[in-house]
């Protein structure tokens, strides 16, 4: 993965999982991150980048979870 890429993602990820007292720091972070990929990829959008890393964020918690146990042999 593009460590670009995975650190939007984490950011992203932080900010979810922050409490209260650093919510708006982490979504600020988050927000700085996305202005910086863009500014050093002219021609990006913004919001596309940010629906794109959103989508990104969505599989990396589904790749996360632990599989669901295999049924027992019959």
């Not at 979870?65 to 049924?71: E, G, I, M, T």
């Amino acid at each position: 993965m593009n460590t670009a890429l995975e650190g939007l993602i984490q950011a992203l990820n932080a900010w979810h999982e922050a409490g209260e007292d650093t919510e708006g720091r982490r979504e600020s972070v988050y927000h700085s991150l996305l202005e910086d990929f863009t500014a050093l990829h002219p021609g990006t959008n913004l919001a596309a980048l940010d629906r794109y890393v959103r989508q990104a964020h969505l599989r990396w918690l589904r790749a996360q979870q632990k599989p669901a146990a295999l049924p027992p042999k019959a």
